[in-house]
């Protein structure tokens, strides 16, 4: 089985599938302590990678080495990556999704925003004409053979979303993305034009869509919830106060006796050693099951 039917085969699963935002190994280590399904953020990688804003700068060589290395790190984990509007050309769009396939990528991201790109919560954005994103679209999903498909609009104009939103779901992608979701009602008149199509559901902490649970966002018909900077935003905020109490206590660092005191060189090194390839357990066809401080809501038919 592959991953793409793997990712597949787990959506379709009753409840709503969770994939947790990394921007870097270690980020991606803790993560896959906690959930089976990883979401390859634009915003974390160009903040991580290029200390920049996920406005276009990210160059796709360097998103298919990273996806590569995780892989590598983590074969039974799912792996959806943002690869934006392809690149800009359709060509290039092709030989990503195609390189992605071949590395063990689960599922891509597309996008129909125009350049100059904003982060799918950003005010300004602008969307290519429909007909040149479904070419791209098309195009893409000829040219993989079993890799997951998500197709995302980022209109902002009220008749448009619902008009792309359907018509995307009559495609072959296999998921439907509206990003920027402004409220409940919302989701619930995109769920409606979307049908049977899976849709799929992106939160982001400070970002335009209401923060819901994932029983909530069951209820209301979505499949997937991609978290896109869970892990980035903590980072921030806890090397942040970590820096100013260095500061206050003229550069001594706090005592950490044991790991149940805090995070030390003995902790970082054993979560690490986990992604060593003969430190794990043999490979097995099936994925872990989610774990049980990782609900996915309540168990109800997929629409």
């Given at each position: 089985?592959?991953?793409?039917?793997?990712?597949?085969?787990?959506?379709?699963?009753?409840?709503?599938?969770?994939?947790?935002?990394?921007?870097?190994?270690?980020?991606?280590?803790?993560?896959?302590?906690?959930?089976?399904?990883?979401?390859?953020?634009?915003?974390?990688?160009?903040?991580?990678?290029?200390?920049?804003?996920?406005?276009g700068?990210?160059?796709?060589?360097?998103?298919?080495?990273?996806?590569q290395r995780?892989?590598?790190?983590?074969?039974?984990?799912?792996?959806?990556?943002?690869?934006?509007?392809?690149?800009?050309?359709?060509?290039?769009?092709?030989?990503?999704?195609?390189?992605?396939?071949?590395?063990?990528?689960?599922?891509?991201?597309?996008?129909d925003?125009?350049?100059?790109?904003?982060?799918?919560?950003?005010?300004?954005?602008?969307v290519?004409?429909?007909?040149?994103?479904?070419?791209?679209?098309?195009?893409?999903?000829?040219?993989?053979?079993?890799?997951?498909?998500?197709?995302?609009?980022?209109?902002?104009?009220?008749?448009?979303?619902?008009?792309?939103?359907g018509?995307?779901?009559?495609?072959?992608?296999?998921?439907?993305?509206v990003?920027?979701?402004?409220?409940?009602?919302?989701?619930?008149?995109?769920?409606?034009?979307?049908?049977?199509?899976?849709?799929?559901?992106?939160?982001?902490?400070?970002?335009?869509?209401?923060?819901?649970?994932?029983?909530?966002?069951?209820?209301?018909?979505?499949?997937?919830?991609?978290?896109?900077?869970?892990?980035?935003?903590?980072?921030?905020?806890?090397?942040?106060?970590?820096?100013?109490?260095?500061?206050?206590?003229?550069?001594?660092?706090?005592?950490?006796?044991?790991?149940?005191d805090?995070?030390?060189?003995?902790?970082?090194?054993?979560?690490?050693?986990?992604?060593?390839?003969?430190?794990?357990?043999?490979?097995?066809?099936?994925?872990?099951?989610?774990?049980r401080?990782a609900?996915?809501?309540?168990?109800?038919?997929?629409?």
């Open positions: 089985m592959t991953y793409g039917t793997k990712l597949r085969e787990r959506i379709a699963a009753p409840g709503t599938t969770p994939l947790i935002g990394v921007y870097d190994m270690y980020s991606a280590s803790i993560a896959a302590q906690h959930y089976d399904g990883m979401f390859v953020s634009g915003f974390g990688f160009a903040a991580s990678y290029y200390g920049l804003p996920d406005i700068f990210i160059a796709w060589p360097d998103m298919m080495a990273f996806v995780l892989r590598g790190a983590f074969p039974g984990h799912h792996l959806l990556v943002d690869i934006d509007d392809g690149y800009v050309d359709p060509e290039v769009a092709c030989h990503v999704v195609e390189g992605l396939e071949r590395i063990g990528a689960s599922g891509v991201v597309l996008e925003q125009k350049r100059p790109r904003r982060c799918g919560h950003a005010d300004g954005k602008q290519l004409p429909l007909e040149e994103y479904l070419a791209k679209l098309e195009m893409v999903l000829a040219t993989r053979r079993d890799l997951l498909v998500v197709a995302r609009t980022d209109a902002t104009d009220e008749h448009d979303i619902l008009h792309r939103a018509t995307l779901a009559a495609t072959d992608a296999d998921v439907v993305l990003d920027g979701v402004r409220s409940v009602d919302w989701i619930r008149r995109i769920r409606a034009v979307v049908g049977g199509k899976p849709l799929l559901f992106n939160q982001i902490a400070g970002g335009k869509s209401p923060r819901l649970s994932l029983g909530e966002l069951a209820a209301l018909g979505v499949d997937v919830a991609i978290y896109s900077t869970p892990c980035l935003f903590a980072a921030h905020e806890a090397m942040h106060a970590a820096l100013a109490e260095l500061r206050r206590t003229d550069g001594r660092l706090p005592e950490t006796r044991s790991d149940a805090g995070v030390g060189v003995g902790t970082a090194t054993r979560l690490l050693e986990r992604n060593i390839a003969r430190s794990r357990a043999p490979r097995t066809d099936t994925l872990p099951p989610p774990p401080d609900p996915r809501g309540p168990a109800e038919r997929k629409a």
